[in-house]
Antibody, heavy 123, light 106 residues
Framework: QVQLQESGPGLVEPSQTLSLTCTVS??????????WSWIRQTAGKGLEWIGRIYDRGSTNYDPSLESRVTISMDMSRNQFSLNLISVTAADTAVYYCARWSSSGSGNFHFDYWGPGTLVTVSS | EIVMTQSPATLSVSPGERATLSCRASQSVSSNLVWYQQKPGQAPRLLISGASTRATGIPARFSGTGSATEFTLTISSLQSEDFAVYYCQQYNAWPYNFGQGTKVEI
């Protein structure tokens, strides 16, 4: 059974960098079949897909965040990470890591999620 | 980018009743649509992908229909565990946006 777990600081000061790591267990990230993703959720904007990493390092980012976001992966540790620079209170959210996958019939979806971690941006 | 609009924002129903949730895309997404269920304090859970294919373990009372810009999630007979927020998401064009959700409440 694949499991994902987010880790990182729950409090980040404004203008600083938000850094989170997702550890994947029960399966290897190196299979190349999956897109490893970060999503955040706020009461105001709902669910927002921040970006994804796949194919040993290719990435896609939401255009509204692209200038501030970097997603990287460490296959030797079965981890992938999120860095979001120059944060403001608007970046306060529950951050999820998740696996984007295909069912094999051409359908795609998030099939596994971490439990989520609340990150508050405040001084 | 494609905007996903869900309606209604809140749906009040009784156990055993039928619930019909709508999701509209600002442009065609073909059948590239997913439905998720989210309960308080939990991550979203996959219900349906490809607009109409139930995920493994999802009860038959959940069904998805539609294509292009109009989609519907139907819960045929609501059980107590179905009271939650439901989200649609398109994956036809990046960014793969979510709708704002429909809360199904008693």
């Amino acid at each position: 059974q694949v499991q994902l777990q987010e880790s990182g600081p729950g409090l980040v000061e404004p203008s600083q960098t938000l850094s989170l790591t997702c550890t994947v267990s029960g399966g290897s990230m190196s299979s190349g079949r999956y897109f490893w993703s970060w999503i955040r959720q706020t009461a105001g904007k709902g669910l927002e897909w921040i970006g994804r990493i796949y194919d040993r390092g290719s990435t896609n980012y939401d255009p509204s965040l692209e200038s501030r976001v970097t997603i990287s992966m460490d296959m030797s540790r079965n981890q992938f990470s999120l860095n979001l620079i120059s944060v403001t209170a608007a970046d306060t959210a529950v951050y999820y890591c998740a696996r984007w996958s295909s069912s094999g019939s051409g359908n795609f979806h998030f099939d596994y999620w971490g439990p989520g971690t609340l990150v508050t941006v405040s001084s | 980018e494609i905007v996903m609009t869900q309606s209604p924002a809140t749906l009040s129903v009784s156990p055993g009743e039928r619930a019909t949730l709508s999701c509209r895309a600002s442009q065609s997404v073909s059948s590239n649509l997913v439905w998720y269920q989210q309960k308080p304090g939990q991550a979203p859970r996959l219900l349906i992908s490809g607009a109409s294919t139930r995920a493994t373990g999802i009860p038959a009372r959940f069904s998805g229909t539609g294509s292009a810009t109009e989609f519907t999630l139907t819960i045929s007979s609501l059980q107590s565990e179905d009271f939650a927020v439901y989200y649609c998401q398109q994956y036809n064009a990046w960014p793969y946006n979510f709708g704002q959700g429909t809360k199904v409440e008693i």
